[in-house]
């Protein structure tokens, strides 16, 4: 009896057995079946993304003009779809005017698409871009180009004459001339500000182009897969007059009668655009990149006794306060001053003293203050003030106890500034500022080089508002004929 129990144990341990190897060996076929269908698939996927990135650069040559037609080979296509949406992806230009005008076109992209077991890689704009789950990535770049103040954006349009070809290879050809788009808006631009709207599957993918490679300010949309980018146009702020106003009726004068200026040498009521970006964009590009540790007389708390200094950018993290006189030696380039707070010089003196056309220019991103005496200009003479330029975020002489008997000699950009001189400043160049009264022997002058130079500042925008002055847009279609 016992025997038997036994040898019915021994038959059941070995199906047993054998059940959990036929398991193990079915899951571990399933499993590998899974994982090399998706080797398989990447494979694939990888194949044609290469094929394609091959595919948009001669496509892009066709568009632009450089040969009319190409032929092209995207390997192969057998396991997955490809196909051709004409309306696929959409590109809205827009040029908004500061006085609310607003130029705009829009148009197709068109979209080449091959989609795959677990993603999809597809021709866009000129770009290679491939969407795995709800994620969309850049593969290669599109046709958009920003640099230095510049947007080149030729529309790259892809049209066919299959929706759904059954081979990978064909031609891709010129459909016509390349046309101007917005030709009713002139470079260089004046005002205002570019947006560009890109509605597609990849909008992320786009997003991370634009945010990394074309800078501006740059959002996206997720509920409408849309990216949008944005450059703002430098405004050009004119020294015609020796002074311009923000307010109506904000300039007064209550001492000597020969202390006010003419009405023909000052504007009231004159809207100025905030130096707030271009002061923050300096702050941000110099807090790392300075010259401050070139001279031991530039500390942390500002110039100490310096004398002379020449050409290199300083940077102060706060308030910044001037000991002692500093001469400028500009001959080998400009100087740049940026202060991340108050900048008060004292009654120091701060000129610059070389006859070459550089200058320095000083961001502040608080309130210019001075006391006592000090002179602010260049030598020997003639005045020469646009080497000596401000850009105030707040007050003008707004701490300046008593104020003396100063001598400006400079363009000051304070267009937030409320400014009541309590002495007898000498102010020559000009100045913007939002309200200015004077009294005593106070006066503001004109430099009369200033009108004749046609002189101008340009305020920028900064981080997230990069300028852009010339647009050039283009519609360039293209078509592709596969091979039947």
């Given at each position: 009896m016992i025997r038997r129990e036994r040898a019915q144990s021994e038959v059941l341990g070995t199906v047993f057995l054998l059940g959990i190897t036929v398991a193990a060996v079915t899951i571990t076929v399933a499993t590998g079946s899974v994982a090399l269908a998706a080797v398989t698939d990447d494979a694939r996927s990888s194949g044609v993304e290469n094929g394609m990135s091959q595919l948009t650069s001669q496509a892009s040559l066709v568009a632009l003009g450089e040969t009319d037609a190409k032929r092209f080979d995207?390997?192969?296509?057998?396991?997955?779809?490809?196909?051709?949406d004409e309306d696929a992806g959409r590109v809205d230009i827009r040029v908004e005017g500061s006085n609310g005008t607003v130029t705009n076109e829009s148009f197709s992209l068109g979209t080449l698409v091959y989609t795959g077991d677990r993603?999809?890689?597809?021709?866009?704009?000129?770009?290679?871009?491939?969407?795995?789950?709800?994620?969309?990535?850049?593969?290669?770049?599109?046709?958009?180009?920003?640099?230095?103040?510049?947007l080149t954006f030729p529309i790259v349009q892809l049209t066919g004459?299959?929706?759904?070809?059954n081979a990978g290879t064909g031609v891709v050809r010129r459909t016509g001339a390349s046309e101007q788009v917005l030709s009713n808006v002139s470079n260089p631009l004046r005002d205002g500000t570019v947006v560009v709207e890109i509605q597609s599957d990849y909008y992320e993918g786009w997003y991370d182009f634009l945010?990394?490679?074309?800078?501006?300010?740059?959002?996206?949309?997720?509920?409408?897969?849309?990216?949008?980018?944005?450059?703002?146009?430098?405004?050009?702020?004119?020294?015609?007059?020796?002074?311009?106003?923000?307010?109506?009726?904000?300039?007064?004068?209550?001492?000597?009668?020969?202390?006010?200026?003419?009405?023909?040498?000052?504007?009231?009521?004159?809207?100025?655009?905030?130096?707030?970006?271009?002061?923050?964009?300096?702050?941000?590009?110099?807090?790392?990149?300075?010259?401050?540790?070139?001279?031991?007389?530039?500390?942390?708390?500002?110039?100490?006794?310096?004398?002379?200094?020449?050409?290199?950018?300083?940077?102060?993290?706060?308030d910044a306060t001037v000991t002692g006189d500093v001469v400028f030696d500009t001959t080998d380039g400009n100087v740049t001053v940026v202060v991340d707070g108050d900048f008060d010089i004292g009654?120091?003196?701060?000129?610059?003293?070389?006859?070459?056309?550089?200058?320095?220019e000083y961001y502040i991103n608080g309130s210019f203050d001075l006391q006592g005496d000090p002179e602010i200009g260049t030598e020997p003479e003639p005045i020469q003030?646009?080497?000596n330029i401000f850009y105030v975020a707040e007050g003008f002489l707004d701490e300046s106890a008593g104020d003396g008997n100063p001598t400006i000699?400079?363009?000051?950009?304070?267009?937030?500034?409320?400014?009541?001189?309590?002495?007898?400043?000498?102010?020559?160049?000009?100045f913007v500022t939002n309200t200015l009264e004077t009294g005593g022997n106070a006066s503001v002058e004109p430099d009369p080089t200033l009108a004749d130079l046609g002189f101008e500042i340009r305020i920028a925008g900064g981080s997230g508002q990069n300028p852009i002055t010339y647009l050039h847009v283009s519609e360039n279609v293209v078509e592709f004929r596969f091979d039947r």
């Open positions: 995207l390997g192969s296509i057998d396991e997955g779809d490809l196909r051709l993603r999809e890689v597809a021709i866009q704009g000129g770009g290679v871009w491939s969407l795995e789950g709800d994620r969309g990535r850049m593969i290669s770049p599109p046709e958009y180009h920003y640099r230095g103040e510049t004459d299959h929706a759904s070809p945010s990394q490679r074309a800078d501006g300010d740059v959002t996206k949309d997720d509920e409408n897969r849309t990216t949008t980018a944005r450059l703002v146009v430098p405004e050009e702020v004119s020294f015609d007059r020796t002074l311009s106003i923000g307010q109506p009726d904000g300039y007064s004068h209550t001492g000597k009668p020969d202390g006010k200026l003419s009405a023909t040498e000052y504007r009231q009521g004159i809207s100025s655009p905030s130096p707030d970006p271009l002061i923050q964009s300096q702050i941000d590009q110099t807090a790392e990149d300075n010259d401050n540790e070139t001279e031991d007389c530039v500390t942390a708390a500002g110039f100490d006794g310096c004398g002379t200094l020449g050409s290199g950018v300083y940077y102060f993290g706060g009654g120091s003196d701060i000129s610059v003293t070389d006859n070459s056309s550089n200058g320095v003030a646009e080497r000699e400079a363009i000051v950009y304070a267009p937030n500034a409320d400014v009541v001189t309590n002495g007898n400043p000498t102010l020559r160049g000009g």
